[in-house]
């Protein structure tokens, strides 16, 4: 590699939620006490324990280095390397007055919300569910149908009955598409989304996709771009994108939508702006050009090896030494999200007994109960391989 994929980043006194901040953050299992001798293995929030590609630190301290920080307007660059990175790893054209900036993925999301629905509106989305979609569709106003995604022949799939069901019986009117799924890891085909797409034009249901993980995919998986599987697909969603989960950038905050069809882009553009401060941190910005350059180009790929690495290890480990424990390989994101009911119901223990287990071991994972999986616990597996190795190694010996 020729990257640094290995070192065990010391991520402790510098705010780092994943490592620093338990008790504030998460309540009860935060305050589980720890075994002396165990260090944290940070495994619950989606943040990567990597450092950057070296080209992002290089674009923040150039652009540090000129010591004014007023007032900016995203440059040309901004556009043009997103435009360039939409091209390069999604074979997608956008142009740039499609695209336009939002503090955040899940900004951009309530944004297009509140364009084309009413508070108290009905949204469908897919369980298991992003707990970010949870909070802030709850917090602003609008009611969440879920439709159940399926295990079918050892992968997570749609159903599409209870889709147009649900649809119909609750007058649906925009539903959320996680491509790539969170936490399933479900990558959609083509043929999948071009279904959903279908039943989504037959009842005029708009769609919001979320495509944070598009560019982290695993084992030669590719994601397909909602928007490009159909006319109405392009014409009636909102993608939200961002170099947050790709390289690791969540703490510096930025994302971008794409949208295509001018109204709808405007309608948006006009709800980002009430609140006045939906608009670019200029290190923010300088971070995006770093990362999309040839290096970072180049330094996803190698990231992608590494993960897929992760997820195969965790997999196997899983299967032939965690009985009672199974998981869906996830064919993107660096998510695992393991479902431990054959084991609880086998050994007579909860799912809690298990999860705070863990966390006395140093093993920090996150409960899956509020991602609607009743026997599941996530698992981020965006770690120095040794560090994964040490954490199932605590889990086969300590807590399962
Ligand atoms: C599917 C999904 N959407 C959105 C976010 C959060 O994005 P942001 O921090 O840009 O709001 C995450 C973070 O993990 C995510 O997994």
């Not at 619950?44 to 070296?54: L, Q, R, S």
Request: glycine share 8%; aromatic share 12%.
């Amino acid at each position: 590699m020729k990257y640094d994929f290995t070192t065990i980043l010391d991520r402790y006194g510098k705010d780092a939620i994943a490592v620093d901040m338990p008790t504030d953050y998460l309540g009860n299992y935060g305050k589980v006490k720890r075994e002396e001798g165990f260090d944290v293995i940070p495994m619950w929030v989606a943040d990567m324990n990597f450092p950057v590609v070296p080209s992002i630190q290089k674009a923040i301290i150039d652009r540090v280095n000129s010591p004014t920080f007023g007032y900016y307007a995203p440059r040309e660059e901004y556009f043009n390397s997103i435009i360039e990175w939409q091209k390069h790893f999604h074979g997608i054209d956008v142009r740039k007055e499609e695209i336009a900036y939002d503090n955040g993925v899940l900004g951009g999301l309530i944004s297009a919300c509140n364009v084309l629905l009413s508070k108290g509106d009905n949204i469908l989305l897919h369980s298991p569910t992003y707990v970010g979609f949870t909070g802030v569709l709850h917090n602003n106003g609008y009611n969440m149908v879920h439709s159940p995604l399926i295990k079918k022949d050892d992968t997570w799939v749609m159903d599409y009955e209870d889709m147009e069901k649900k649809i119909v019986d609750n007058n649906i009117k925009v539903a959320v598409i996680c491509n790539p799924h969170n936490p399933t890891g479900r990558v959609w085909t083509r043929e999948e989304l071009e279904k959903a797409m279908a039943l989504f034009e037959k009842y005029g249901v708009y769609v919001i996709s979320d495509e944070i993980w598009a560019d982290i995919t695993l084992n030669g998986n590719k994601q397909i771009p909602t928007q490009s599987v159909s006319e109405y697909a392009r014409e009636h969603t909102v993608a939200l994108y961002a170099p947050s989960k790709t390289f690791n950038l969540a703490g510096l905050i930025g994302s971008y939508h794409i949208i295509y069809n001018k109204w709808l882009r405007e309608r948006v553009a006009k709800e980002a702006s009430l609140c006045h401060y939906n608009s670019m941190n200029v290190l923010s910005m300088h971070a995006l050009i770093g990362a999309y350059g040839a290096e970072g180009k180049e330094w996803v790929e190698e990231l992608k090896e590494v993960l897929s690495g992760n997820v195969n290890y965790a997999c196997d480990f899983i299967r032939e030494r965690l009985p009672g424990v199974s998981v869906i390989k996830p064919e993107g994101t660096y998510m695992l999200f393991i479902d431990c009911e054959e084991y609880c119901k086998k050994n007579n223990v909860t799912l809690d007994d298990l999860f705070y287990k863990g966390w006395q071991y140093g093993v920090y994972w996150q409960d899956g109960r509020p991602f609607h999986g009743e026997y599941n616990i996530r698992i981020n597996l965006a770690l120095p391989l040794s560090r994964v190795k040490e954490a199932f190694d605590r889990l086969e010996k300590y807590v399962f």
